[in-house]
């Protein structure tokens, strides 16, 4: 994020491992899977061998499952989720159920969904048909970051509607999730969201002022000079600047949807998880058993036979057989460092989100990938590429995208699904919002239309409930 605190020592640097890692996180197992086979295809210096070894202390192990040299025994406390990378050959035998008993495996598989999509699915009850071109043209004009590539102006004239017809699109647009996305810039991001925020919290004052004036003060972090700009001292302006760094994102598209890219061709499908997640009984206090796919079985390595036959190579083919040996060392290093940072990844969200995985989205708590980042110690884009593009089987063998882990709505828009398919007769969307209330969940009426749009429910008024088995109607 752009007013996220990072520390220094954590700041990345560009390097060449560093570099590699990003881009190998990024990958899912099958991608993964792919580059290893060219990567072996054309590299003599890397080698793949039988032998299973551990990840973390290369010791050999005999069989699929955790490491019994390095890994905690299996009864580990109950909340404390054991967590190891393993072959897709190993999930039939140990925690994951991919095979046998699944009749209709796309019941179970998640597909990801575009952001115009979303967001249009999400307002489609308030346009009227002249004002859905108007949404298209401008749904499909964002970037990866959420924010317009076009003026309103712009789409106006090619409309031949008037600019206020096109700024009311613009603000549905802008308070459906993730808020603030169909906006021109990320200052009017901010503002947007900071508008909705207010409905049901209150901001520290002159923060709608900090955001106006002091865009270039926040993203240096100069509060002295912002303090100056608002006529504050500078711890105020520095809890404006929390405030707003911990509360509101000038990226919207990137706080939802981490590294969706838009405009692509075809959006990802998930037939085959890359993160299993089963239970080690049916008991409530069983740890969980986390299995990170790994693309290979065996060990991959840089050829002894290669290094060796290295200091006597000919000189004419000396400096190709060093950048091979390089290059697989640095890919065998790089790989390891990819483990390590998912291990780490899914060991505090599978701690954090327990209730979710094994009872469901009411369960669910909200979560920013900055906040998980902040908890790491790494930075925000680690989490952004580790969490793209994954999909996570739970204990009930249905298959999510791991994105879907940090959807901050979907506790509430699950309570709001209970209400509904409870109610003895059709409820308005502010009886919604007062029942929700009761529950802890403080959102204003317009989020529940929001959310009610977003779940594909008329509104009351348009909702027709058949006759119960109670009696009532």
């Avoid at 075809?266 to 693309?295: A, G, H, K, N, W």
């Avoid at 110690?377 to 879907?404: C, D, F, M, Y």
């Amino acid at each position: 994020m752009l007013l996220q605190t990072q520390k220094t020592s954590l700041r990345p640097q560009t390097t060449a491992h560093l570099a590699q890692t990003m881009s190998l996180l990024e990958l899912t197992s099958a991608e993964l899977s792919q580059k290893i086979e060219a990567a072996l295809a054309s590299n003599p210096a890397l080698e793949l061998t039988e032998e299973r070894r551990c990840p973390y202390c290369h010791r050999p192990t005999l069989k699929a499952g955790p490491c019994p040299a390095c890994k905690a025994p299996l009864a580990a406390a109950a909340d404390q989720p054991i967590v190891f990378v393993s072959p897709r050959r190993d999930f039939r035998r140990s925690g994951g159920q991919l095979e046998e008993d699944s009749d209709s495996p796309e019941e179970w598989t998640a597909a990801a969904e575009d952001l115009p999509t979303f967001v249009g699915r999400q307002i489609a009850p308030e346009l009227s048909l002249e004002e859905r071109a108007l949404a298209a043209h401008l749904l499909t004009s964002l970037d990866e970051d959420g924010l317009l590539t076009v003026s309103l102006s712009e789409v106006a004239r090619y409309h031949h509607v008037p600019l206020a017809r096109v700024e009311r699109v613009q603000r549905l647009i802008q308070r459906a999730e993730p808020l603030g996305v169909g906006s021109c810039s990320p200052q009017e991001a901010l503002l947007v969201q900071l508008e909705v925020l207010a409905e049901t919290r209150t901001p520290p004052r002159k923060t709608e002022q900090a955001i106006r004036l002091g865009m270039d003060a926040l993203s240096r972090r100069a509060y002295g000079e912002l303090g100056r700009l608002l006529g504050v001292s500078t711890e105020k302006a520095i809890q404006i600047a929390d405030f707003i760094s911990e509360n509101l994102n000038p990226y919207p598209a990137r706080a939802y949807w981490g590294d969706i890219h838009q405009g692509a061709a075809q959006q990802p499908f998930y037939p085959e998880p890359d993160i299993i997640i089963s239970r080690l009984s049916e008991t409530d206090d069983t740890p969980l058993m986390v299995e990170i796919v790994s693309p290979y079985a065996g060990a991959l390595r840089v050829n002894t036979l290669f290094r060796q036959a290295l200091s006597e190579a000919p000189p004419e083919k000396a400096k190709a057989w060093q950048q091979d040996f390089e290059e697989a060392a640095l890919l065998v290093k790089c790989l390891q460092q990819r483990d390590n940072t998912l291990v780490r990844l899914m060991q505090r969200l599978a701690t954090l989100q327990r209730a979710y995985i094994l009872y469901g989205d009411a369960h669910i708590i909200p979560l920013t990938r900055a906040q998980l980042a902040q908890e790491l110690e790494v930075h925000e884009s680690t989490v952004s590429r580790a969490v793209a593009g994954k999909a996570v089987q739970l204990p009930n063998r249905k298959i999510v995208p791991l994105a879907r882990w940090f959807d901050r709505s979907l506790n509430v828009r699950t309570a709001l699904l209970q209400i509904i398919a409870e109610e003895e007769q059709p409820l308005s969307d502010t009886q919604i919002a007062r029942l929700l209330a009761r529950q802890g969940f403080d959102v204003a009426r317009r989020t529940v239309a929001k959310y009610r749009s977003m779940e594909g429910i008329l509104p009351a008024r348009l909702r027709h409930h058949p006759t119960r088995p109670n009696g009532h109607p």
